[in-house]
């Protein structure tokens, strides 16, 4: 079974920067797709990024030239790189991996981390 657990999140100011991590608990499986989710108190979740296996990203149009999706193969983690952060972009924010294993198919979902940014 794949975990994955986040990290990154915090407090700040409108304008700054954050980059979030999701890191899976073991190597050995092959990624199908990924991408970051956010949910913002009172609102339904939403796409953020997400990228098939050939390294293609897709943006919302709220976040497209700030927010930049990459991944790191030697150490099992993917991360959001966020830049000037506006308060819209305040919310719950969630990895999302789906990947293939001893030949099966899963979806796992991280814990989730808050940003929160202040105007």
């Known amino acids: 079974q794949v975990q994955l657990v986040e990290s990154g999140g915090g407090l700040v100011q409108d304008g700054g920067s954050l980059r979030l991590s999701c890191a899976a608990s073991?190597?050995?499986?092959?990624?199908?797709?990924m991408g970051w989710y956010r949910q913002a108190p009172g609102k339904q979740r939403e796409l953020v990024a997400s990228?098939?296996?050939?390294?293609?990203?897709n943006y919302a149009n709220s976040v497209k030239g700030r927010f930049t999706l990459s991944r790191d193969n030697a150490r099992n983690t993917v991360y959001l790189q966020m830049i000037s952060l506006k308060p819209e972009d305040t919310a719950v924010y969630y990895c999302?991996?789906?990947?293939?294993?001893?030949?099966?198919?899963?979806?796992?979902w991280g814990q989730g981390t808050q940003v929160t940014v202040s105007s």
């Open positions: 999302n991996v789906q990947f293939w294993l001893a030949g099966k198919f899963y979806s796992a």
């Open positions: 073991r190597s050995g499986f092959s990624i199908h797709a």
């Open positions: 990228t098939t296996n050939d390294g293609v990203a």
